[in-house]
Structures are given as C-alpha cells and as structure tokens.
C-alpha cells in the first residue's frame, strides 16, 4: 500500500487537532461524558463514535490547504469555474453519472446545512419529511425549522434491511409529506439500494409528487464488488437532487464542504442558492481531492474492507449473539445486542466498562433502537483489534 492507514495519530492531544471526536476540552466532549454517564471520558477510550476517519488525508489535500495558508491571504472566496469542473469529473469518472457544472451549488456549512437548504425551499412549516428509519439523525435539520419527521420503519430480517413500500406508499399518499430523505448508502443500515429497488422508491414518490433529496456523502465508501448507484442517476433529475460531500470520502469534514446537485429547472428556480461563498481551504481541498485523489479513495476501501472482514470474523466468534450483517456500503456497523437477552441499563453498564466509545442506537430509530449500537470502523486496525478484545472480555 501506498498511503499508511495503520499509523496512530494522536488527535485527543495534539494542540492543533480540535477533534469533536477526540478531544475531552470541547464542549461536545462534556456533553458525551454525560451522555454515557462517565464524569470524566476515560483516557484510554477507542472512539467510533462519529463518521470522522482517523486516517490522516490524501496528501495531495494537505499540500493543497499548504499552498492555500502559504499564499497568505485569506480574503473572502468564491469557487473558480474549476470546482464545479472537478465535481463534474469525479461524477463522471468514477460513477458515469454525467451532469453540467451549472448543476452543482456548493454549501460551505456542510451537508446538514444544504439538507436544511432544501427542506426550506421545497417544503412550508408544518409540511412532513420522510425517512426510512432506522435513519442518520435528521431531527435537526427538520424539527427547528417546523417541519415534521415522518418515519417509515425499514423491514430488518436479521440485521439485512429492506425497503417496506407498503408503508412507504402510506407515507406517501399522505398530502403534508412533501419530502422523503434517502440514504444511498444507507446509515446506520451499510446497505446499497439496487437499480431495482431506487426505481420502486422513485416510483410510489413520484405519484405522489414527493421530492426526493437522495444523502450521497458516503457514496465512495463500498465494499469491494459493490456498485453503488446515484439514485439521480437512475431515476432521472426530475424531482430528484442529491446531497453529496468530500467530508466522509476523503476525511476532511471539518472543512464542512458539501454540493447541491439539482438539474430540475423547477427545482432549481425554488432553490435557496444564497452566495457561492467558501473558506479558500475548502474550495483548495475539494478540487485537490476530486481531481487528485481517486488512488487515496481505492486504498481506502481495500483498507475498510480488511476492517470490516475483521470485525465480521469477531462478532461471530466473540460475540455471537449479537445480529449483524456485513454492510455493503459506508464503513459503519450497525449491531443488535437483543440477543444477549440484557436490560437496557445492563446494557449501557457492560458497554461503558469497556471504555468503546460507540453511537447509541435511539439516535437513528428512538422507539426501537435502545438494544442497538452504531460502530464507525474508521480507526487504525490496531485499535479495531483493542475494541474487540475489550468487547471479547466483558460479553
Ligand atoms: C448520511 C449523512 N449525512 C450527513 C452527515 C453530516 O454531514 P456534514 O458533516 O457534512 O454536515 C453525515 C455525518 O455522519 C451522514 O452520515
């Protein structure tokens, strides 16, 4: 290999890392110790917690964001013609999904911030949202504004999720839903939704005239074989927009970059475009990364294919009451521990003991989801190793 995804980065004390993940002296890391009822986060904690890699970036990104602090001026800065190029090209190049640079409206707040984009000018207050539960978290990108999640509960046949589209039809059919979120592929699920199944979805949505804003930023991110679909591409831009990003791809979501890809005129008129305004890093990093990193992004997965093969080969030896299957897409785990036969306390305690710090899974389904955890495989595999021997001790 090329780029070293086993080396250990210290980002929980290096004074430039400000890592939402890592650090303890953030006000996110207070609020996690709470959460996970600790006083104080343990300071051998392993953290999979959030979709953030602990591999350090392409280098042709980091040499990018040099070249951009070395210029030395940091005034206000707009994308030259060349971004939505490179967006465009790596569409193309690495998807055949063809689309023109006026397509692309780049948000420099990140995904969650386009996402609340597209709900404001798509939908009116009281309107629903649908999403296929269990779903990444999009409460707060639809309740502040006064919309109403909608949840369509997803058919689980041990731990393999599928669409249930007599619920979906339902969901449809109802006037105030306006919106369906897709994930493609799907968090906390890892799956991939096939030709097949997007042209159902896209069918029950579009005889109900419900827009359908497809969540393409973990889209780079499969498992060796697996062909991963832009639902745009498949269904055709009318009615239709995708949400994509370099943040999960190529590791750098601090730099909160993300594009709007909308070639329906009508969606495009009722838009809310605001300015095509960026921090100079952001803009630098996307153009390095779209044109120059596809090596970087193919190393990767073949590095998160080894992972996820470990934690598969773990769970069912060390941990073989837990229900999982092997994600297709993205690089999360998405483990029921109902097997174990736990309280949801006993639970909790067993999992704290082991200092892992993962998600909890009421944050992507809150009635059904308190037995379920969310693992982001994104660390070196000598830590991989730790958690499961630490899982191993106490199950
Ligand atoms: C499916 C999905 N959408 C959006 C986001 C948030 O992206 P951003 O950091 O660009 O707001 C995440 C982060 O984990 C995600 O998994």
Known sequence: MKYDFDAVVDRAHDPYSYSMKWRTDSSIGKLMAEMLGYDELPEDRLCFQTADMDFKCAPEITEALIKTAEHGIFGYSAPPAAYNEAVCHWFSTRFGWNFAPESVFLGAAGTHEVIATCI??????????????????YHMDIEPI??????????????????????????????????IILIQPHNPTGRVFTEEEILKIGEI????DVIILSDEVHIDIARKGMKVLPVMKVLGPKGVISATAVNKTFNVAGLAMSNLIVEDPQLIEKLDKGLPIATPFGISAVIAAYTKCAPWVDELNEYLDRLIDYAMERFAK??????ITR????????????????????????????????????????ENGRQFRRFCLTSPMSQVKEAFDRLARVF
């Open 205 to 208: 949505c579009r005889r109900h």
């Open 318 to 323: 060390d941990l073989p009451k837990v229900t």
């Open 327 to 366: 994600p297709e897409g993205t690089y999360v785990l998405w483990a029921d521990f109902s097997g174990y036969g736990l309280s949801d306390d006993e639970l909790d305690e067993r999992l704290k003991a082991t200092h892992i710090i993962i998600g909890d899974g009421v944050m992507f389904d809150a």
């Open 120 to 137: 404001k000018s798509y939908t009116e207050p009281g309107d629903g949202i649908i999403v296929l539960l269990p779903s990444y978290n």
């Open 146 to 179: 006064g919309r109403v999640m909608a949840g369509v509960q997803m058919i689980n046949d041990r731990g393999y999720y599928t669409v249930d589209y007599e619920a979906l039809k339902k969901a449809c059919a109802v006037p105030e839903n306006k919106m």
